[in-house]
């Protein structure tokens, strides 16, 4: 079966530091992958989106960047920290277009 | 604004009744999809309906779809204590086959079931 680890768990950075967020997906090959940030009692809001290695689309302007260095590898990271950057970051799969996704456990990241 | 917007914020009842949860998006859809999250962990997907169904069933949930009203309703029946969690509906649009699944997520209902 398939499986999503997301690492770490909880982060604390001080402003200003870099960042490098880790999610991997076992069990299945090619898949579509996303990264998601999701601000204290609210919805979720798509950040990056993979279909393939090397392949990254972003969402919204910001202060990070998402690699896909190999298939069931995507790195979310950031070469300076902001205040605004805090959050509950998620990382989820899919096996294509319009097909459920399936979620880590996510990283709440708090900046100091 | 956001694309799919559930309705109540938060609902609080007690074990044994049904909780309703309603969702309104604006565009066209392929699809909507149920999740539900609990306290500090990631979203489990619960149930996707496609745009030429009107409901569908799993276990105690049950979910309709509007196309025509651009609205969808999440029934949780007989709930249980373990039923509180946060449900968020997410719509993928008809964005011409481009989108790679992307998902437009809500802001979500808390839901509350006391024992």
């Known amino acids: 079966s398939q499986t999503i680890h997301q690492w770490p768990a909880t982060l604390v950075q001080p402003v200003g530091s870099p960042l490098s967020l880790e999610c991997t997906v076992e069990?299945?090959?090619?898949?579509?992958l996303y990264w998601y940030r999701q601000a204290a009692g609210r919805g979720l809001q798509l950040l990056f989106y993979?279909?393939?290695?090397?392949?990254i689309s972003s969402e919204v302007p910001q202060n990070l960047s998402a690699s896909r260095p190999q298939d069931r590898q995507f790195i979310l990271s950031s070469k300076k920290l902001l205040l605004s950057d805090s959050g509950f970051y998620l990382c989820?799969?899919?096996?294509?277009?319009?097909?459920?996704?399936?979620f880590g456990d996510g990283t709440r990241l708090s900046i100091l | 604004s956001q694309q799919g917007e559930e309705d109540p914020q938060a609902l609080s009842i007690q074990e044994g009744e049904n909780a309703t949860m309603n969702c309104s998006y604006k565009?066209?859809?392929?699809?909507l999809q149920w999740y539900r999250q609990n306290s500090g962990r990631g979203l489990v997907h619960l149930i996707l309906?496609?745009?030429?169904?009107r409901e569908k069933h799993s276990g105690r949930l049950r979910v309709t779809l509007d196309t025509s009203k651009k609205s969808s309703s999440l029934l949780i029946t007989a709930s249980r204590a373990a039923d509180t969690a946060s449900y968020f509906c997410?719509?993928?649009?008809?964005?011409?086959?481009?989108?790679?699944?992307?998902?437009?997520f809500g802001q979500g209902t808390i839901l509350t079931v006391h024992p």
């Open positions: 989820a799969w899919s096996l294509g277009v319009h097909q459920p996704q399936h």
């Open positions: 069990g299945t090959s090619n898949p579509n």
């Open positions: 993979s279909v393939g290695i090397g392949q």
């Open positions: 565009t066209s859809i392929n699809n």
């Open positions: 309906i496609r745009s030429n169904e």
């Open positions: 997410a719509t993928a649009d008809n964005a011409g086959g481009t989108s790679y699944g992307k998902l437009t």
